[in-house]
Nanobody, 117 residues
């Protein structure tokens, strides 16, 4: 059974850092593109960052230069290092595993990040 379990969320002040983790099981992690999405209250879910099987990364403009996505295939884990956090980063952050062949598009349950003074 495919499982994605996020951790590392919490309440921080503006300018501080957090590292989110997503541990995967039930599928071949190394063969999947891994993504972090977020959904702020009253807003649509948006892609924050993704990392391909080959380690190529993409970031939304709003987080470029502040967030870093990485993966550890030996640990079946993807990370999101978030620095210089802003109140507008407040959201539930979701881990997503995607593969086109064979098709798979699985989601974790999310972890809440709150940035507030």
């Amino acid at each position: 059974q495919v499982q994605l379990v996020e951790s590392g969320g919490g309440l921080v002040q503006p300018g501080e850092s957090l590292r989110l983790s997503c541990t995967a099981s039930g599928f071949t992690f190394s063969r999947c593109s891994m993504r972090w999405h977020r959904q702020a209250p009253g807003k649509e879910r948006e892609l924050v960052a993704r990392i391909t099987t080959g380690g190529i990364t993409y970031y939304a403009d709003s987080v470029k230069g502040r967030f870093t996505i990485s993966r550890d295939n030996a640990e079946n884990t993807v990370y999101l290092q978030m620095n210089s956090l802003k109140p507008e980063d407040t959201a539930v952050y979701y881990c997503n595993a995607f593969s086109a062949a064979p098709w798979m598009n699985s989601w974790g349950k999310g972890t809440l990040v709150t940035v507030s003074s």
